[in-house]
Every structure is written in C-alpha cells, then in structure tokens.
C-alpha cells in the first residue's frame, strides 16, 4: 500500500512545575526555600529515514505526544527532562500547518527538524526569596508544550520524471536503464505506486529517474491515478515523455501528449515550463508515416525528439545521453522553503480564558494554560506579534485584573518564561 499524504496532530510535553520546599536539617533552623525548577517538556522532532518509502504508519496513528517533564524537588533537585519524540520520515517529506497550508520544513536532507517545541519548567521557590520574604510558598508551574495539527506530503526526490499515459512504456524504460525493477504488464496502471531508478552514467556520475504512475486525462481532478502521484512531479528537474506513436490502443499520439500537458499545468502551472524531451515508443508497431507526422508535431513545438523501442534497448542510450546533458544544464532538485504560519493561526483561538494573577510584592505572576500555548508561539522580535499578545492580555481582562490588584509602573510581569515591566 502506498501512502503519499497524511493528517496528524502533534503535542510537545508540558515543562514540569517547580516545587514548594524548605530545607530541613537537625541543628539548622530556618534552612530557607530549597524548591528545584520543573524539568522541560520533550520535543516533537522529525527525522529522515532512508528506510522508509511511505507515509503508511500515519495511516493508523494520527497523535503523538512527547513526554512532559517532571516536577521540581526539594533540596535544590531540578525536574529531569522530558524524552523527545522522534518521528521517522521519508526522504523528501513536506511538512505543513493544516489550517493554512504553510510549509514548516521540508525533509531533503538529514537535519532533524524540531516542529514543536517542549514547554520550559517552572521556576521552584528558591528563586523567589527576599531579604523581606524569606519563606515564599509559591513556585510557577511549567508551561505547556507546543500542538499543531499538520499535513505530511511525499514528495519524491528524483532529478528526471517519466510521464505518458498507461501502457506506453514508462515501466520498461525505467527497468532497462536502472535497476529498478517495476512490474511490468500488458495492462493499465500495471504501476500503482512510483518506482525510483538510478541511472549509472559513469564513475560519479548518476542521476534519479522516477516511473511516475500513469496519468489520464482528467488527473488533476482525481481521475485515475495520477491525482495521487502528481505531486511527486514538482521536484523533478526535467521531464521525459513517453508516447506510444503507435496509438496501439487506438488513441493518438498529439492528443495524449496534450492531454497529459494539460493535467501537468491545470495541477501546477510551474510543471508546464518544466524542461521536457519526448521519447517515440513502439515504434516498431508504427508506420513510417506515423513516426514522421509525429516527429514533426514534436520539433515544432521546439522539443528534443528521440524513437526508442524500451523492452529490446532500441534508442535508449541516446536518449539518456540527452537527458544526462541536460540534467548539466539544470539546477539542483528543488527544495521547499519554510513559510511563516498567518499569525492568527499560530497563536489560535482558546475557548477557555480562565487565569490566576498572584502577587508578590512588586512581582505579578500570571497563570493559564492557554496564555501559555500563545507566548511558546509569540516572536519576542516581531512587533506585529508582541501587538498582538499586548491586544490578547487586554481583551482577555489579564491587564484589568492586575489594575485591580495595583500594579504599578515598573513592576514586574510574570507570565511562565516571559518577565517583563509594566507600562501603562
């Protein structure tokens, strides 16, 4: 079974919370606070796995949790931290936030990508003693890990393209240049899944050919196969397409190398200026005059031409020399840039405005969850996003409440990790 997309939601773990304790030991009065912070959440980490071709596992598992860290001790001892989750992918796998569609990472080479982030522990209470409060009985609880909800797309890493309609020979090409070995049969979609071959030119010298399943008219609406396969498309640096100049099964030859166009570009206009040469296959099935009108329909529209005969090796060193020339020419496999999310989605909606304002002397400590979950996402640097967060402390009636309980300019704000000073 092949599996090319999948939809999961990921959640990092919740920093462990500090802890409320005092030193205690014979002959010692008044040891003082002694409460160690809260270990940090694990992460949700991505990692390439050359031994995986598909996205199947998701299939049956769609949330992963990383572990959350532990709490704080007494006797100085900090929380241990929480265990990352790491999620193996293929190679060429694009992540994305759900809700927009924003590319967060796409997984071409072996860096691991930490996609949501452990919350930080909380501070025990030894960090909150004064000359004048030397026995405080507060510490902060940890703040919460990241979640998003997003999609996995494979996008299959390979320098050359086979396109063409089913049966036209895209399967015995692949398996006399490469060794790769598809399925080859006398019948549509005898590949259901993409086949990758590499392409031995000489020593160093190799390319990637993938055997794209066969595209029928109507693919970018889902017709057929090709709907699913024609994302692993967009990679490819080149195009080879194949065409039966046979019309062996009664279709012809200009309208399928239109058709097939047409898809490419109603699916990503990108794809139609993807440099392509055509390839004449069963030209032995076809007339001399069938192989010219085809010949020249192609060169007319500016392309590299060239006949081959895929299952006997008929013309397929010249066409791999061809497409190994242009391949020279190209550049590199195309790799997809992180996007930023829109910054509503990033932070989210919460149902749930509930919080806690504790005060400590000139010290402001806010407490809730779902604050939390927006300050792991806010950009410290971002002025647009610190608006934003300044819009969500009033809206949400955090900044009445510490009004009420007379806060001053110049007092301190404590929200899990983020202190700063009030201003009116």
Partial sequence: MFVDSAKIKIKAGNGGNGAIAFHREKYVASGGPDGGDGGRGGNI?????????????????????????????????????????????????????????????DMSDDEPFVAAKGGKGGWGNIHFATPTRQT????????????????????????????????????????????????????????????LGVVTMGPESSFVMADIPG????????????HEFLRHVERCRMLVHIVDVAGSEGRNPKEDFEAINRELER??????????????????LATDEQREDFRKFIEEKGLEYHEIIAPISYGTKELIDSVAKML??????????????????????QDDKSF?????????????????????RVDTDDYESLQYFQRVLDTSGILEALREKGIQEGDTVSIYDLEFEYVE
């Fill in 267 to 284: 699916f990503n206009p990108e794809l139609a200026k993807c440099p392509q040469i055509v390839a004449g296959n069963k030209i032995d």
């Fill in 356 to 376: 806690t304002v504790t005060q400590l002397d000139d010290r402001f400590i806010i407490e809730a969850e779902w604050l939390g979950k927006i300050l792991s």
């Fill in 45 to 105: 980490v991505f990692q390439v796995d050359d031994h995986l071709s598909t996205l199947a596992d998701f299939r049956y598992k769609r949330k992963y949790s990383a572990e959350n860290g532990k709490d704080g001790q007494g006797k100085h001892c900090n929380g241990k931290k929480g265990q990352d989750l790491i999620i193996r992918v293929p190679r060429g796998t694009v992540i994305k936030e759900a809700q927009s569609g924003a590319v967060l990472c």
């Fill in 136 to 195: 405080p009985r507060f510490a902060k609880s940890g703040a919460p890990g990241e979640e998003w909800e997003i999609i996995l797309e494979l996008k299959l890493i390979a320098d050359v393209g086979l396109l063409g309609f089913p049966n036209v020979g895209k399967s015995s090409l692949i398996s006399v240049v490469s060794e790769a070995k598809p399925i080859i049969g006398d019948y549509h979609f005898t590949t259901i899944i993409p086949v």
């Fill in 328 to 349: 020279s020419t190209l550049p590199p496999v195309r790799r997809y840039e992180a996007e930023k999310v829109p910054l509503e989605i990033a932070l989210g909606a």
């Fill in 215 to 226: 595209l029928i008219e109507g693919a970018s609406d889902g017709v057929g196969l090709g």
